[in-house]
Structure formats: structure tokens, C-alpha cells
């Protein structure tokens, strides 16, 4: 499908931003959401001065569920038209321990990390379903294939989003309207720029990259790059007495 | 944390490498002292803080406007000209200036008020920026253009990063027919076929010597002319840029011997012929013909090595560029990049510019130690004598002395320095 008008939430993130340069280029419209009006502005100029088709953007905090609905509604009323996909990009990387104290921390995480894509991605498939056509991608995690002690609550917020994604993938599967989970796996960005780097690191523009085909072509749970695939084939089939000793 | 520059020499270690991702956002407390690193393309120490912070500003990569009736372009300072030219090229706007590589950021071309193959008709990429905005550890953020800030304009091109974090600039490019170039080649005898090339050439847009550094005696500055021009047939669409090969690791030190280079330049010469050999190039090939093995530095193994630019005044060049090839192929030292050029009359943009109106040669040496270290002093020795100057992006050893030499107004800098910012080559060139 080659695309038209997209909608990108949570359009700061490193990730995100790389996917609409690669749209910008495409010649494809553009709506961009974000919380941070200095962010959201240097982005919106980039890919305005890069020549894009169009590009707009609304400032909104994502943890406010309440607001979807309507941010949804001006999606594509900005664009001019019924989108062709959307990409559900707002995430964040909790302090694991400052979480494991402070469970108040632990749900705001899971608000953001969980909650709230699954409630955008409910107004996208109610909006898109009646059409039977669109596209709803969202960044889920290789961290949500299996909890860890070192990362278990952004773990399990991303494998939440990853199991309700796919019951909405199938409750989609008749109407045409699709639905793909994204599994990144290290991503070299701002969000993880206190790790040490190894040959497992992706850049932000390949993990775009396969994005942005997932948009065009569709799919189901895509890992990107692609060897996070055997990978975590191979961490999920490890039995639970083996993997809860492991320090990983 | 360690961080090398693209000679590999010296290897430094950091107190820290902080990413930087968004231009308004306040510069980092840190304890030591901080400096901006773009794509370290430098080769030696101006560009490594030892023991202290690097900035690191590749995140800060984003367009701000691009207006393409008039040609001017406003970005972020980690942008690098090669992503630069990407978006340009293809709708008819090129860079005035760029170095030979375009894995070069904006911040790192004005901090070094970096050259081309074309600083004859064009100047320094700095004479192409209108305005730039300053970070710097006070807090303050100062937009610096002539008519406002002309002394803080000034010293941040060719600043070497002393003067604060530039966050984003804004920048003036030229018209294009094409993003192709029409290059031609021929084969130079000697270092006077050199002059007299420059010479017939001032017509062209273009103009470099590559330099068979081992050749001796009558044979001394033999190697290839290659003069070029913007091409004025459009060619659609554009040819994809980006390196091809890459060198995976390290090659053994060995590698690159005097009989290696030997055989390279007997090669490489074999490509040019008496006459002159027509080309027509994209201009990722022929501007940036090493960008399409990334690495390549590793070919000179562990040890590293260590480029040699220095200009001398015009007047007696000849005499001066010989004296150091014969000292080079002398010592047998395997240059395996020697390269030459004629700058032109324009005044450097910056306050420590190194291009001046004059003849610039570069080489590459393989770094083995006291033996090498003591030969760039000698090369220093005739280029000091000739009231020349040394490149601080390519150097990791020039003594103070040469340094003061080069460039009698280092104060000024030391003066709009800001006191959180320094670098192992300013510590070292200050001393
Ligand atoms: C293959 C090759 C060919 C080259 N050819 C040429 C040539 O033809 N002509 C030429 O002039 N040079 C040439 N160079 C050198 C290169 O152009 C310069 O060293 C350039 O400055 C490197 O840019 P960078 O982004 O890698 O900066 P770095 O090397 O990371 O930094 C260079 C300097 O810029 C400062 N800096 C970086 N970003 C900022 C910022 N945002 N604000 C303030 N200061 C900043 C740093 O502190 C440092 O002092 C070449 C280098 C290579 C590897």
C-alpha cells in the first residue's frame, strides 16, 4: 500500500522521529503528537523543511486516556482525510529499583507504557474497523517476551500491550484493518544513552525502517532487526527454574 | 570512557560521553571541564578532552528551514554536510565548501573553518555561515552574526570548540545545474608540472594534486592533477551515496609498509595518462572517494598514525613543499595520502583560521613512534622558517612554539574561550 496521511503519538521519541523523516521523504502527510511544545516544535520544523506533503502536530500529555478520542478526531481532520496507519510511539524507560520502592511510580509507568497505547489503539480500531481499512502499528518491547528482575515493570507493561495487541489484531483479522506489534530490541537513543553499546545496538533508522515497511506492507509481531527473533525464541522457551537464576 | 579520533593517536580516556539531544535544552553541569565532539573527524587531540566531558552533538540533527528560492539553510549543528547535501543536492543547492569527507558535522566544519578542493574561488566554510547561535556554561545563549557579535563570530570559526556549544547554524548555499561533476585527470611529472597545472587550471572550480610521496630526485612530486567542475547537465535521478565497504578491524601494523604504498601509487598513478582523461562523477565519488570504505583508518592498525597539513607562503614554495617530501621520502616513511593544493588569496573566516594565500600539503604517516615524532618535527622546523602554519584538526603533536607561530593571535581565542571548555590540544598547544 503506498501511503498517504499517517498519524504518529508520542512523535519525540527517537524512533518516532526517524519514522516520519522516512514518510516526510515518501511524500506521505503527516499528524504529530507529542507532550513537550520545544520538542514537538524542532520536530515539526525538520520535517517540514525537509519538503514533506504536509505535516501538523497537537500537544498532548498521552497519560490523559480521556483525551483520545478527540486527539484521534483531529488526527484526521488535520490530515484532510482518513489516515492509512498510525504509529503508537509514547513510551518510557522506568528506574526499575526507584520503582520496586514506590509502586506509585510503578503504575504511572504502566500507564504510559500499557494503559494508554492500549486505549489509543482501541479508538484507532473502532475508528478504522467501519472502513476496513488502516493500519494501527505500535512499539511494544523484546523486554515484554518475559519478565526480568532487572526490567520487569516496563517488561510487563510492553508484554501487556504485546497480549492485547494481538486479541485486537484477531478481533480485527475479518475487517481488513490490521494491526502489528513492534519488538525493538537495544536502540541506540537518547532514552538508553547510559548503556554500554555491543553488537546487539541498532540504530534508530533501521528500527525505522522496518517500521515504516510494516506500515506499507502490514504484518504481526515483527522484531526488529530480525535476530531478536531466535533470540527471544529461545528466551521464552527457557524453563522458569533455569531463567529466574539467570542475571539478565 | 575512551574516544578516538580518526588518527587512532593519541588514545585518551573521558570522565564522561554526554549525548546530546535537543538544542534548547540547558548545557550538562559537569565537574571538569567540556567539549563539543561532533563525528571526530579530526585526526589528532582537538577534538579529545582528556580526563574531562565530551558533548556529544550527533543527536543534534534536525533541519530547521530550508528555503529553496533563495538557498538558505538553517540546522542543528550535528547534522553533517554529507546528510546536508542529501536533502540539497537533489533540488538544485550544493555546499560552497566541504572538506574530503562528509562525515563532518556543521558544529566540527565551522570549529575547524574547515577547506576544499575549491578554497580559491569559495574561501573557508566559515565565510558561508550567516549566523550561528552560542551555548555556553553560563547559561547564556548568544546569537552570533557579523553585524551583532562580530569578535564571538569570529573566534568560534576555526574556535576549535573553546568558545561554547553551537547548537545550530545557518548557512548560505550555492546554485547547481547537477549534482554530477565533470572531473578530469592527468599525470603531473614533478612538483614544477605542479605549479604549472595550478597555473592552467584557475579556470576550474576544483583543484587538487594527489603526490607519490616515496618518489625522489628529479621524480619528486610526481602523481595526479585532478581539477573538476560542477557538471551542467542535470542528471536524474541521484546515485545513492554511502559507504560500500568497510574495514572491519584493525589491519596489522605491518600492513602498510614502504613497498604496500609503493605498489599502491604505482597503481594509482597508472590511472592518470599523458593527456587529460575526462570523468563524469557523482558527487559523493569524486568529492568524497574514501567515504565508500568506512573505517579506512583502520588500515593502519593499533599504533595509529598521524597527518601531517601544514601551508607555506607562496613566494618560495617550491623550495619549502620539496624540502619536505625529501625529508618524508628520506626517512622511507610510507605517506600514503600526500596530498597537495593552492589556496587562494581569501582571508580565513575565523580568528584562527589555518587557510591563508599559499601552498597546503598534507600527508599521512603511520605512527611508530619517536622515529615519526621526530620527523614532524623537522617537517615543523621548514615550515616555521617559511612563516607557515600547521592545521590543528589534523595535528596530535605540534609543539607550542610551532603552534604560536602559526597562529600569533592564540590569545584572542584563549580571551573568548569560555572557562568550562577546553581540549587536550588546546591544553597542550597552550602550555
Ligand atoms: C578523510 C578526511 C578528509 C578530510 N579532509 C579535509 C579537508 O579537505 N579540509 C579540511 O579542512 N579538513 C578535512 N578533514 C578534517 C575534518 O574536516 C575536520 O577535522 C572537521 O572539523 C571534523 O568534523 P567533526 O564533525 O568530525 O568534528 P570533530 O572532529 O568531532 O570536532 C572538531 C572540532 O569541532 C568542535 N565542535 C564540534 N561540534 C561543535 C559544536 N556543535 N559547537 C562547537 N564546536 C564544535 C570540536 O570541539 C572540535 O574542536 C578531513 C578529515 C577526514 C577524516
Request: proline share 5%; hydrophobic share 45%.
Amino acid at each position: 500500500m503506498s501511503l498517504q496521511r499517517v498519524a504518529i503519538f508520542g512523535a519525540t521519541s527517537a524512533i518516532a522521529q526517524a519514522v516520519a523523516r522516512q514518510l516526510a521523504a515518501k511524500g506521505v502527510r503527516l499528524h504529530l503528537v507529542g507532550r513537550d511544545p520545544a520538542k514537538l516544535e524542532a520536530v515539526r520544523a525538520d520535517i517540514a523543511a525537509r519538503g514533506s506533503a504536509g505535516v501538523s502536530v497537537t500537544l498532548a500529555d498521552l497519560d490523559e486516556t480521556a483525551r483520545h478520542a478527540a486527539l484521534v478526531e483531529e488526527a484526521e481532520q488535520s490530515l484532510g482525510g482518513a489516515m492509512d496507519a498510525a504509529l503508537i510511539a509514547q513510551g518510557t524507560l522506568p528506574d526499575q529499583v526507584a520503582c520496586e520502592h514506590d509502586f506509585a511510580l510503578a503504575e504511572r509507568e504502566i500507564l504510559t507504557n500499557f494503559v494508554a497505547p492500549a486505549s489509543l489503539a482501541t479508538h484507532l480500531a473502532n475508528r478504522f474497523a467501519p472502513r476496513g481499512t488502516g493500519r494501527i502499528v505500535a512499539i511494544s518491547s523484546v523486554a515484554g517476551d518475559r519478565g526480568r528482575a532487572s526490567n520487569y515493570v516496563y517488561g510487563s507493561a510492553k508484554g501487556g500491550l504485546s497480549i492485547f495487541l494481538s486479541g485486537l489484531r484477531a478481533r480485527l483479522n475479518a475487517t481488513g484493518v490490521g494491526v502489528v506489534t513492534v519488538k525493538p530490541g537495544f536502540v541506540d537513543t537518547p532514552m538508553t544513552a547510559a548503556f554500554k553499546k555491543g553488537l546487539l545496538w541498532a540504530a534508530p533508522e533501521k528500527i525505522a525502517k522496518g517500521i515504516v515497511s510494516a506500515m506499507e506492507h502490514g504484518g504481526a509481531e515483527v522484531y526488529l532487526p530480525w535476530f531478536w527473533w531466535p533470540i527471544m525464541f529461545a528466551i521464552r522457551h527457557l524453563p522458569e527454574a533455569i531463567f529466574v537464576r539467570l542475571k539478565i | 570512557m575512551s574516544v578516538r579520533s580518526w588518527g587512532n593517536y593519541p588514545k585518551v580516556e573521558h570522565a564522561a560521553v554526554i549525548p546530546l539531544a535537543w538544542r534548547h535544552e540547558a548545557l550538562p553541569k559537569v565537574g571538569g571541564t567540556m567539549l563539543p565532539s561532533g563525528l571526530a573527524r579530526s585526526y589528532g587531540d582537538s577534538c579529545l578532552n582528556e580526563g574531562g566531558t565530551l558533548l556529544a552533538t550527533r543527536g543534534l540533527d534536525r533541519l530547521i528551514a530550508f528555503d529553496r528560492t533563495t538557498g538558505v539553510l538553517r540546522c542543528e549543528a550535528g547534522m553533517t554536510l554529507g546528510q546536508i547535501l542529501a536533502l540539497a543536492a537533489p533540488v538544485g543547492w550544493f555546499l560552497p565548501v566541504v572538506p574530503g569527507t562528509s562525515y563532518v558535522t556543521v558544529g566540527g566544519a565551522i570549529a575547524n573553518d574547515v577547506h576544499g578542493k575549491n578554497h580559491h574561488l569559495e574561501g573557508t566554510f566559515g565565510a558561508h555561515v550567516r549566523r550561528f547561535e552560542l551555548a555556553r556554561s553560563d547559561g547564556t545563549r548568544i546569537e552570533c552574526a557579523p553585524p551583532t557579535e562580530p569578535a564571538l563570530f569570529r573566534a568560534t570559526i576555526a574556535g576549535l570548540g573553546l568558545t561554547g556549544l553551537v547548537t545550530w547554524a545557518e548557512l548560505r548555499l550555492k546554485r547547481i545545474d547537477s549534482a554530477m561533476f565533470d572531473v578530469e585527470t592527468t599525470r603531473m611529472d614533478d612538483l614544477g608540472h605542479f605549479f604549472a597545472l595550478t597555473e592552467a587550471s584557475a579556470g576550474y572550480e576544483y583543484n587538487v594534486a594527489w603526490v607519490d610521496a616515496l618518489a625522489k630526485g628529479k621524480d619528486l612530486g610526481r602523481g595526479l592533477f585532478i581539477r573538476a567542475r560542477h557538471s551542467s547537465v542535470a542528471i536524474h535521478p541521484m546515485p545513492e551515496a554511502g559507504a560500500r565497504l568497510a574495514m572491519p578491524f584493525d589491519l596489522p601494523a605491518a600492513t602498510l609498509n614502504r613497498h604496500s604504498v609503493s605498489l599502491f601509487n604505482a597503481l594509482y598513478r597508472a590511472r592518470g595518462s599523458r593527456g587529460w582523461q575526462h570523468t563524469h562523477e557523482p558527487y559523493s565519488k569524486y568529492l568524497f572517494p574514501l567515504d565508500g570504505i568506512a573505517h579506512w583508518n583502520r588500515m593502519y592498525g593499533k599504533p595509529g598514525f598521524v597527518q601531517h597539513q601544514s601551508v607555506v607562503p607562496r613566494t618560495d614554495a617550491p623550495l619549502r613543499v620539496r624540502a619536505i617530501l625529501e625529508a618524508v621520502a628520506e626517512a622511507g616513511d610510507a605517506s600514503f595520502l600526500t596530498v597537495l593544493k593552492v589556496f587562494g588569496d581569501r582571508e580565513g573566516a575565523g580568528l584562527l583560521s589555518f587557510p591563508r594565500p599559499g601552498v597546503t600539503l598534507a600527508l599521512d604517516l603511520p605512527m611508530r613512534g619517536a622515529a615519526t615524532l621526530e620527523l614532524l618535527e623537522r617537517l615543523d622546523a621548514i615550515v616555521r622558517d617559511a612563516g607557515g602554519a600547521i592545521y590543528p584538526a589534523k595535528d596530535a603533536r605540534m609543539s607550542p612554539e610551532t603552534f604560536r607561530a602559526s597562529f600569533p593571535r592564540w590569545e584572542e581565542l584563549e580571551r573568548h574561550r569560555d572557562p568550562a571548555f577546553s581540549s587536550s590540544f588546546w591544553r597542550r598547544v597552550t602550555r
